[in-house]
């Protein structure tokens, strides 16, 4: 694809070192390594849709499912120029793994359109996530494939493509259908907490590592790349600490301000204008200055490959806890780690979003309705076992947290496949 940047085509090359370095460190079953070093089912679907001036244009979608021995395969829809199946194989095996860290029943899958929404009407943006749907047909269920958001994608998608699924099902299966998706808006089944969840479980690991390092949060300073869903909630709710931020950048710019800029005030600024740049209670920034900001926590929660060779140098923090996926390529890890800079890695780190859509998808299959003190308590418990379990590994094999995190993940698949065996 001619609009495709060049950064993302190492994503799922960085997968699989990452995924090697683990196997290799815990000696992970030969075998088993074989079946989990390839996705399970790669599905291509080219599909046209009439856009509001009358025309049809050709869209390409994709939806990667890596693997399902935990559970249905599960992982969100993105909605970006960039999206290839390189990218979408790495989100869905990084989904996998997250599953497993995480302790639910759930395996990894990926999916999404490349192209970008900014360009078209809401009802062309409708017409395409529906027509996409119906694209896909059986490749998704609830028992079977759960898509969720992602980048560009919110709850009102959701609903078009759960209203779109239930509609292709014989009439009287239809109500038991609603699970087929996660992160819908709460009248149509959504659950509470789902539109913090990301957010709400980058500062839950960020509580547990400042406990862990005596640290306190109260006037930390943080940066955040990235103020989209995950970004803005994880600001508003370190803000709850007494943290201060000071400085964000989106696709629009970056701002700085040294005396603090307020995540609330700075998220309805962002709801009105559709990014960060020019705000006025806050000075712009250059990106290379950005990276640079002196500061105690940076929170990336934008895209893949952002903290690299060339700007892993630049960080001038003691933590970074990953909002986004892959947001620090091979390079750059490695240039972190020789700095001593802390990592929350992104499978552990930003795991509160598939949590709380698992979450959703047991309140909808139960007929219940969670309130927001219940899901965020059940949260903070499975994110703080998960943390612990990665910090353990992490002293017990002697490495980084983003390798012990793998390795998590690995023990338990691997244990999975050993009592289940193959077949025939």
């Known amino acids: 694809m001619e609009n495709t ?42 599909f046209p849709v ?44 990084w989904m996998t793994w997250k599953s497993a860290i995480i302790n639910i029943p759930f395996g990894g899958a990926k999916g999404g359109i490349c192209f970008d929404p900014q360009r078209y009407s809401a009802a062309e943006i409708q017409r395409i996530t529906r027509r996409f749907t119906f694209a896909l047909g059986c490749n998704i269920g609830p028992e079977y494939d759960i898509p969720a958001p992602d980048v560009n994608t919110n709850a009102q998608i959701m609903a ?4 779109t699924y239930v509609s292709t099902q014989p009439p009287h299966e ?11 808006p709460v009248e149509a089944g959504g659950s509470l907490g789902r539109d913090k969840a990301t957010g709400q479980g980058v500062v839950y690991t960020i509580e547990e590592w400042a406990k862990d390092k005596k640290f306190n949060l109260k006037g930390a300073t943080y940066f955040v790349q990235g ?37 609330d005030d700075l998220n309805a600024y962002v709801l009105e204008t559709g990014g960060v740049a020019k705000y006025s209670r806050a000075k712009p920034l250059d990106h290379k200055s950005f990276m640079s900001t002196e500061a105690d926590i940076f929170i990336p929660a934008a895209l893949e490959n952002q903290i690299t060779k060339e700007t892993a140098f630049l960080l001038n923090v003691i933590l970074v806890a990953e909002g986004a996926n892959g947001p620090t390529d091979i390079e750059g890890d490695e240039i972190l780690q020789e700095r001593k800079i802390d990592i929350l890695p992104d499978i552990l780190c930003n795991a509160g979003g598939v949590v709380v859509s698992y979450f959703e998808w047991l309140q909808n299959k139960r007929s219940e309705f969670w309130d927001l003190e219940e899901v965020d308590s059940k949260l903070r418990k499975l994110l703080v076992n998960a943390y612990m379990r990665v910090r353990d590994t992490a002293e017990k094999y002697k490495t980084d947290w983003r390798t012990a995190a793998y390795i998590v993940a690995l023990m338990r698949l691997e244990k999975v496949y050993k009592e289940r065996g193959i077949f025939p």
């Open 160 to 163: 078009w493509i759960l209203d």
């Open 5 to 46: 940047p060049k950064k993302q085509s190492n994503v799922y090359v960085n997968v699989t070192k990452q995924f090697n370095k683990a196997a290799d460190l815990m000696k992970l079953d030969p075998e088993i390594r074989k079946i989990l070093a390839k996705t399970t089912n790669e599905i291509t679907v080219n």
């Open 227 to 263: 103020f989209g869903n995950v970004g803005s909630w994880a600001s508003i709710l370190m803000k709850q600490h007494g943290s201060k931020l000071i400085a964000v950048e989106d696709v629009t710019g970056a701002i700085s301000h040294h005396d603090g800029i307020d995540p």
């Open 174 to 184: 239809r109500q038991a259908c609603t699970h087929v998706i996660t992160g819908k």
């Open 50 to 93: 009439k856009m509001d001036d009358g025309r049809i244009e050709m869209f390409t979608g994709y939806r990667v499912q890596h693997n399902n021995v935990l559970g249905p395969y599960k992982g969100g829809l993105r909605y970006h120029p960039a999206v290839d199946i390189d990218e979408v194989r790495a989100l869905a095996t």
